[in-house]
């Protein structure tokens, strides 16, 4: 059985998997060095991102200011965060590969799940 990606974004949310799936790194500036594909490096972009995306989600679990919706043009979710006390929003566009790996964080998934609009993007 061949396991190599069947294209770039394969090769892409692959080693998005592998970077979530690990312990954090000694050093970013390590871990930079590591990574010299401009794919890998847009792989650590992404694992990033995420990591922030659950820091938020996460931070602002009981203030009801997480909405979810589906862009119709592109078939991105939209996740949006809201933030009262410095009257600012936080919206990322999410594809489907991207969005299973913030549910794969069991107090994310928690969090989303009580969303409005859960069932029509899950």
């Not at 871990?31 to 792989?43: H, S």
């Amino acid at each position: 059985m061949d396991r190599r990606p069947k294209d770039r974004h394969d090769k892409l949310y692959l080693i998005v998997a592998k970077l979530r799936s690990k312990p954090k790194q000694t050093s970013k500036q390590k871990q930079r060095y590591n990574f010299r594909d401009p794919t890998a490096l847009r792989a650590l972009r992404i694992h990033r991102h995420l990591r922030a995306l659950e820091n938020d989600i996460i931070e602002h679990r009981n203030k009801r200011a997480i909405s979810l919706s589906l862009d119709p043009g592109s078939e991105h979710i939209v996740l949006s965060i809201r933030n009262d006390e410095v009257h600012c929003s936080r919206i990322a566009y999410l594809t489907q590969q991207e969005f299973t790996f913030l549910r794969k964080n069991r107090k994310v998934a928690n969090i989303l799940r009580k969303c409005p609009a859960w069932k029509d993007v899950a």
